[in-house]
């Protein structure tokens, strides 16, 4: 019988993640609060059914090894560069301003100044999950507001990695704080060195030799013995395994095996890291929410406004506009997931109070809760304040200073919206830009970058951040307008990649003529993609139809592009 008691548990557990976790999906709610809500109903301060916490939190911590290595793999070092000004610059101001007044409030009030450094970092911290999920449910992954969010995730994410050792050096009490600090940085640096050099060093072709075996069952092993295999790495070098877990992550962002990595780990991530906030909710004592209402509810709003003002000034500082400034301070303002990693782990190594981790637990809870209706709120009054500016080059100016490498869209029609959507799914920042004002008031009211304005004009061309572009595309089905928008692009930039829509063929010629790198004949490509229907439909292999349709592309194109020239020459 007693045998057969963690399995039970386990099982307990697993009902009520599905149970609760699924009702929460259905009213819109993130699955962190229903792993949460799920760990308080069955914990012993719920129903008691699940009272071997040592057990699950041992299973749980796996959870966070993995949601560390996924966090490394999404941060190439191609992406931290590109974002680097908003990621280290931007992120680094919030991080330490917000850990710094958090802590300087805790040690106010009679705290100890390591307890205060905990607790000020990680209320710093924002929820990576729900503030993904808040900004994909309101379409806004491409927009400023949403890039903004990403790149200060994207630094506090890093951020975990440093909080992590500080509680590992703190956990030392024997120790000076400086001396602990020090030894910490000391062990932190060369084991991240060890790492860093033998993954650098074994695991590419680690990977390749395993890919060759064609064994998908092999490849899955071998991930999961690279994800532990850090860890063990980290946890000998007297590090956090999730300090292990998130340099291989890294190391793994850089090899061609990235995609295949991440889609098997990506399972026990999930899995795993829901039932660490189970035991998490498991701990959560909701008589502390009732003997400490009026507490709780003042600490929170107090979190949540101070995060916002921090975020707004610096959005203004940094040149945002002031919709974009309340937006992502109102977006940003709730408590993370990793507090609840840091301040449990914190608690027991004695750093933090157990009372005070208990408080601070649940008023992070409730910060994530109140995110989605913040948030819309957030929205809501950003549209307000840029109605009637969408059109002003200044506006398009501050709306596009946090872009480089990124694509300009030049008609936001049926063919317009399509590339963005390509965009989107591939992570490529663009813009847009259209001479539809109903069109983009709509499409800005839904999250998307679209803005008024004529791309035939210079001072356009240039708010639009021109200089800083990896291509423009020109959807617009007006072909004198295409054609304007080509010249004054080239105008400007001779080497910037331009690709056009065309309706047929004769279209390619004047587009391509004009400076356009590739014209696509928009009538032509469908009756390819017809006829290439036609032969599928009567058995013809999609090889030899990929041959044909290539054949016909690049004879047809050849003989346009040839007219041209003979014209020219003419």
């Given at each position: 019988?007693?045998?057969?008691?963690?399995?039970?548990?386990?099982?307990?557990?697993?009902?009520?993640?599905?149970?609760?976790?699924?009702?929460?999906?259905?009213?819109?709610?993130?699955?962190?609060?229903?792993?949460?809500?799920?760990?308080?109903?069955?914990?012993?301060?719920?129903?008691?059914?699940?009272?071997?916490?040592?057990?699950?939190?041992?299973?749980?911590?796996?959870?966070?090894?993995?949601?560390?290595?996924?966090?490394?793999?999404?941060?190439?070092?191609?992406?931290?560069?590109?974002?680097?000004?908003?990621?280290?610059?931007?992120?680094?101001?919030?991080?330490?301003?917000?850990?710094?007044?958090?802590?300087?409030?805790?040690?106010?009030?009679?705290?100890?100044?390591?307890?205060?450094?905990?607790?000020?970092?990680?209320?710093?911290?924002?929820?990576?999950?729900?503030?993904?999920?808040?900004?994909?449910?309101?379409?806004?992954?491409?927009?400023?507001?949403?890039?903004?969010?990403?790149?200060?995730?994207?630094?506090?994410?890093?951020?975990?990695?440093?909080?992590?050792?500080?509680?590992?050096?703190?956990?030392?009490?024997?120790?000076?704080?400086?001396?602990?600090?020090?030894?910490?940085?000391?062990?932190?640096?060369?084991?991240?060195?060890?790492?860093?050099?033998?993954?650098?060093?074994?695991?590419?072709?680690?990977?390749?030799?395993?890919?060759?075996?064609?064994?998908?069952?092999?490849?899955?092993?071998?991930?999961?013995?690279?994800?532990?295999?850090?860890?063990?790495?980290?946890?000998?070098?007297?590090?956090?395994?999730?300090?292990?877990?998130?340099?291989?992550?890294?190391?793994?962002?850089?090899?061609?095996?990235?995609?295949?990595?991440?889609?098997?780990?990506?399972?026990?991530?999930?899995?795993?890291?829901?039932?660490?906030?189970?035991?998490?909710?498991?701990?959560l004592n909701l008589d502390t929410l009732q003997n400490n209402f009026f507490?709780?509810?003042?600490?929170?709003?107090?979190?949540?406004?101070?995060?916002?003002?921090?975020?707004?000034?610096?959005?203004?500082?940094?040149?945002?506009?002031?919709?974009?400034?309340?937006?992502?301070?109102?977006?940003?303002?709730?408590?993370?997931?990793?507090?609840?990693?840091?301040?449990?782990?914190?608690?027991?190594?004695?750093?933090?109070?157990?009372?005070?981790?208990?408080v601070l637990l649940v008023v992070v809870t409730v910060s994530m809760t109140?995110?989605?209706?913040?948030?819309?709120?957030?929205?809501?009054?950003?549209?307000?304040?840029?109605?009637?500016?969408?059109?002003?080059?200044?506006?398009?100016?501050?709306?596009?200073?946090?872009?480089?490498?990124?694509?300009?869209?030049?008609?936001?029609?049926?063919?317009?919206?399509?590339?963005?959507?390509?965009?989107?799914?591939?992570?490529?920042?663009?813009?847009?830009?259209?001479?539809?004002?109903?069109?983009?008031?709509?499409?800005?009211?839904?999250?998307?970058?679209?803005?008024?304005?004529?791309?035939?004009?210079?001072?356009?061309?240039?708010?639009?951040?021109?200089?800083?572009?990896?291509?423009?595309?020109?959807?617009?089905?007006?072909?004198?307008?295409?054609?304007?928008?080509?010249?004054?692009?080239?105008?400007?930039?001779?080497?910037?990649?331009?690709?056009?829509?065309?309706?047929?063929?004769?279209?390619?010629?004047?587009?391509?003529?004009?400076?356009?790198?590739?014209?696509?004949?928009?009538?032509?490509?469908?009756?390819?993609?017809?006829?290439?229907?036609?032969?599928?439909?009567?058995?013809?292999?999609?090889?030899?139809?990929?041959?044909?349709?290539?054949?016909?592309?690049?004879?047809?194109?050849?003989?346009?592009?040839?007219?041209?020239?003979?014209?020219?020459?003419?």
């Open positions: 019988m007693n045998e057969s008691a963690p399995l039970s548990q386990i099982v307990i557990l697993l009902c009520a993640a599905v149970l609760i976790v699924a009702i929460s999906r259905m009213i819109r709610l993130s699955p962190v609060i229903g792993y949460l809500a799920a760990g308080a109903a069955v914990g012993k301060f719920g129903l008691n059914l699940v009272n071997d916490v040592e057990m699950t939190s041992s299973i749980a911590e796996f959870g966070v090894i993995f949601l560390l290595f996924i966090i490394g793999i999404e941060l190439s070092i191609d992406r931290l560069r590109s974002m680097r000004k908003q990621v280290f610059g931007f992120g680094s101001a919030q991080m330490l301003i917000t850990s710094a007044i958090f802590g300087c409030f805790f040690v106010g009030i009679g705290g100890q100044a390591a307890a205060a450094m905990i607790i000020g970092g990680g209320l710093a911290l924002s929820s990576t999950a729900i503030v993904l999920q808040v900004i994909s449910e309101q379409g806004e992954r491409a927009s400023q507001v949403g890039r903004l969010s990403l790149a200060i995730l994207i630094l506090q994410d890093l951020a975990v990695v440093p909080l992590l050792v500080l509680v590992s050096a703190l956990s030392e009490h024997d120790k000076p704080l400086m001396f602990a600090l020090a030894d910490a940085l000391f062990k932190g640096t060369i084991g991240l060195i060890v790492i860093f050099v033998s993954g650098y060093l074994l695991l590419r072709p680690l990977f390749r030799f395993i890919a060759s075996l064609e064994n998908t069952e092999l490849f899955s092993a071998t991930t999961l013995l690279v994800v532990l295999g850090a860890s063990q790495l980290s946890i000998m070098a007297g590090l956090s395994p999730a300090l292990g877990a998130f340099m291989a992550g890294l190391l793994v962002a850089e090899t061609e095996f990235k995609a295949q990595v991440e889609a098997d780990v990506l399972p026990f991530k999930g899995l795993l890291l829901g039932l660490f906030f189970m035991t998490v909710g498991m701990t507490s709780i509810i003042g600490l929170t709003l107090m979190l949540m406004i101070c995060k916002s003002i921090i975020i707004m000034a610096l959005c203004r500082v940094f040149g945002f506009s002031l919709s974009t400034a309340i937006h992502s301070g109102l977006m940003l303002s709730q408590g993370s997931e990793f507090a609840f990693i840091l301040f449990s782990l914190a608690a027991s190594q004695g750093i933090i109070p157990l009372h005070v981790s208990q109140l995110t989605p209706l913040v948030a819309q709120l957030g929205k809501k009054i950003a549209f307000a304040l840029e109605k009637y500016a969408i059109s002003q080059p200044e506006n398009l100016i501050e709306e596009t200073l946090d872009l480089s490498n990124h694509v300009i869209i030049s008609g936001y029609g049926r063919v317009g919206h399509t590339v963005a959507r390509l965009l989107e799914m591939e992570g490529i920042n663009y813009v847009a830009i259209d001479i539809d004002s109903f069109l983009t008031a709509r499409e800005r009211k839904r999250g998307i970058p679209v803005f008024y304005g004529d791309t035939a004009r210079v001072h356009v061309l240039n708010a639009l951040g021109i200089a800083r572009a990896r291509a423009v595309i020109v959807t617009h089905n007006d072909t004198r307008v295409a054609l304007q928008t080509i010249i004054t692009v080239r105008e400007l930039n001779r080497d910037l990649p331009i690709i056009a829509r065309a309706k047929n063929l004769e279209q390619v010629q004047k587009l391509e003529a004009a400076g356009a790198n590739l014209a696509v004949a928009e009538m032509y490509e469908m009756s390819l993609q017809l006829g290439g229907a036609v032969l599928k439909s009567v058995g013809i292999k999609e090889a030899e139809i990929s041959r044909i349709i290539e054949v016909f592309r690049a004879e047809d194109y050849a003989v346009t592009r040839a007219s041209e020239k003979e014209t020219g020459a003419a």
